[in-house]
């Protein structure tokens, strides 16, 4: 059976062969078409400021794709698919040429090694929520319970200072 997943994309570094980073999330995208998933919402490309110590700019994006394959196998598809864009590990939150992760699948829980869904920080970051709603608004949390609307609303209340 096939499950719906939802999947973000990130890059803030140009590819030899694809430019500039949204040429980077567009091509990541066809690339999951290559791999055999079925794309069928795609955001559109939100260029975002850098979270941490990395210094340019990131084009964000969130696509929903359908697979037969367990969630395991589709989280090794698109390490697979970082490897190939030439991202290597390297310190948290550094730049990179593509970053591609699995934020959620349904009402899947699952935390297993590096195979976390849903995507522990999800909740807190705009940047992935802004392009989230525009291709899964009603999608609900299954922790939270919140849809990606409300996760959305939530993360952009101003925060108290004290």
Do not use: C, Y
């Not at 499950?3 to 066809?30: C, F, K, M, W, Y």
């Not at 730049?95 to 195979?115: F, N, T």
């Not at 802004?130 to 993360?155: C, G, I, K, S, Y």
């Amino acid at each position: 059976m096939a499950t719906t997943i939802l999947i973000a994309l990130g890059s803030n570094r140009r590819h030899g062969r694809h430019g500039r980073p949204e040429g980077v999330v567009s091509a990541a995208i066809a690339a999951l078409t290559a791999a055999g998933l079925a794309v069928t919402a795609r955001s559109r490309t939100h260029p975002t400021a850098p979270l941490g110590p990395g210094g340019r700019r990131f084009a964000n994006a969130v696509v929903t794709v359908t697979s037969a394959l367990p969630l395991a196998d589709v989280l090794l598809l698109i390490k697979r698919i970082e490897h190939d864009f030439g991202r290597r590990g390297g310190r948290r939150w550094g730049d990179r040429v593509l970053d591609l992760d699995i934020i959620g699948a349904g009402a899947a829980v699952v935390r297993s090694g590096p195979l976390q869904v849903p995507h522990p920080r999800l909740a807190g970051r705009r940047f992935v929520l802004d392009p989230l709603v525009e291709v899964a608004p009603m999608w609900r949390h299954p922790v939270r319970n919140l849809t990606a609307r409300q996760l959305r609303a939530r993360a952009m209340r101003p925060k108290a200072r004290g």
